[in-house]
């Protein structure tokens, strides 16, 4: 299972760290990555980092501003976000490919292996 935790209420220009705690798979072949789906939105990538390299991805709007790192020791992704925008509010989820994926992906069909959302909200 995947077990996201961090989510939070903060001021704009504020910051957040969220983790995703992956267990129940082997991730060193794997790629985990983070998604966000806002109120009435489809759920989009944000980031994503390969395990066995640390090979990352960003969304657009966020690099620069988010960083996402892992530790192999504890099976641990986190998302670091700074200077977060009410725009960035959402319901972020963790979530691993699967294991026949060529990674690093950003493409959420490739990613099967989810874990419940927590929450950020960004006030203005």
């Known amino acids: 299972q995947l077990q996201a935790s961090g989510g939070g209420l903060v001021q704009a220009g504020g910051s957040l760290r969220l983790s995703c705690v992956v267990s129940?798979?082997?991730?060193?072949?794997?790629?985990t990555g983070w998604f966000r789906q806002g109120l009435g939105k489809e759920r989009e990538f944000v980031a994503s980092i390969t395990w066995f390299d640390g090979t990352t991805l960003y969304k657009d709007s966020v690099k620069g501003r988010f960083t996402i790192s892992r530790d192999d020791t504890k099976n641990t992704v986190w998302l670091q976000m700074n200077s977060l925008k009410p725009e960035d509010t959402a319901l972020y989820y963790c979530?691993?490919?699967?294991?026949?994926?060529?990674?690093?992906?950003?493409?959420?069909?490739?990613?099967?292996?989810w874990g419940q959302g927590t929450q950020v909200t960004v006030s203005s």
């Open positions: 979530a691993t490919t699967t294991p026949w994926t060529p990674v690093p992906t950003m493409r959420l069909q490739h990613y099967d292996y």
């Open positions: 129940g798979r082997t991730v060193s072949r794997l790629a």
